[in-house]
Every structure is written in structure tokens, then in C-alpha cells.
């Protein structure tokens, strides 16, 4: 597992440092390693976390995550490469009802609570878990086997029934 990369969020943000880097994916927590998904977890994902503060003065994390993660298609089951390339705002508060507040106001900030100390990591395995495709598949599977499974040769059991409701 990684060794945590922790950071003051409201120093961080206040003077607009940035920090980027790359991690393999089996460097990760187990719930991102270990994903049910994941083909293999010999890739590298490469971050960058800047941060800053807005116009209204709140503080402000800005995450880039991209890679080339490995994925099983659910369809097939054949391995698959699905590029990621997130991007997220993440606005900071320093209480539960300010946060609440700017959340009700506007429903696509991303928002989260300040702490004396933040892991990069955490932040990085959570994005790439919301990132990662509900339920991956290739376009096109080329796998003659289950189009053969999947071709409609049988008579539709239910014909029989339409043709007796359009006797009528």
C-alpha cells in the first residue's frame, strides 16, 4: 500500500501549491487494487493536485487523474483499456452547515469539509473509484461464440400469444 501523501488542505490551498506524480495501481489501497473490475493492476496513474482560492475567497483543490486502467469488459470477459482522464473541483469548508448550505445552492459543486491534514492518496483512490465505468464494455466484443449465444434463432415463445389477441 502506499505511504500516505498528507497536506495541510487550507495551507495547500491558500498558497496555491501544487503536487503531481504517478502511482501504480497495485501501490493503492485494496479497494482500488483489488477492484472486482480491474484486469490486472500493473498500471500507473498519474495525478496532479493544485491548489487555490476562489472568488468568493473559499478555499479550493483541483485534481487531475488520468491513465490507461485495464479493465474486464461485461460483456465478454476479455480484458479492455479504458483511458480516464478526470478532472475535479473540490471546493473546502470549514463547517458541516456552510458546506450544506453551498451544496443546496449548487448541485454540481463538489465540496468537502476541512481537516487539519489530508492524504493525496485517499483523495486519488476515491476519485478513480467514481471514476471507473459502472459496468465496462467493449463497443464492438468480436467474440463469434457469444453472438452465436446471444442471435435470436429461436421462435419467440410468446408469437403464439399475439396471434390469438389479433384473432379477436
Same mark, same amino acid.
Given at each position: ?10 495551507? #495547500? %490551498?491558500? *498558497?496555491?501549491?501544487?503536487? $503531481?506524480?504517478?502511482? +501504480?495501481?497495485?501501490? &493503492? ?63 473546502? #469548508? %470549514?463547517? *458541516?452547515?456552510?458546506?450544506? $448550505?453551498?451544496?443546496? +445552492?449548487?448541485?454540481? &459543486? ?59
Amino acid at each position: 500500500m502506499l505511504d500516505p501523501i498528507l497536506i495541510d488542505p487550507a495551507a #495547500f %490551498a491558500r *498558497e496555491r501549491q501544487s503536487l $503531481e506524480g504517478e502511482v +501504480a495501481l497495485a501501490d &493503492l489501497h485494496e479497494r482500488v487494487a483489488a477492484h472486482e473490475y480491474l484486469a490486472s493492476n500493473e498500471a500507473k496513474v498519474a495525478f496532479r493536485l493544485q491548489g487555490g482560492v476562489d472568488r468568493w475567497q473559499r478555499p479550493y483543490l483541483d485534481l487531475a487523474v488520468s491513465a490507461d486502467l485495464p479493465l474486464v469488459c461485461q460483456r465478454c470477459l476479455q480484458p479492455m483499456s479504458v483511458a480516464l482522464d478526470e478532472q475535479a473541483h473540490i471546493v473546502l #469548508f %470549514a463547517d *458541516e452547515a456552510a458546506l450544506d $448550505e453551498a451544496m443546496l +445552492a449548487d448541485d454540481e &459543486l463538489e465540496g468537502m469539509l476541512l481537516s487539519p491534514e489530508l492524504d493525496v492518496a485517499e483523495l486519488l483512490e476515491d476519485q478513480l473509484l467514481m471514476a471507473v465505468p459502472y459496468s465496462p464494455r467493449h463497443e464492438d466484443c468480436s467474440n463469434q461464440a457469444l453472438a452465436d449465444i446471444n442471435q435470436n434463432s429461436k421462435p419467440n415463445p410468446f408469437a403464439v400469444l399475439a396471434g390469438l389477441k389479433n384473432s379477436r
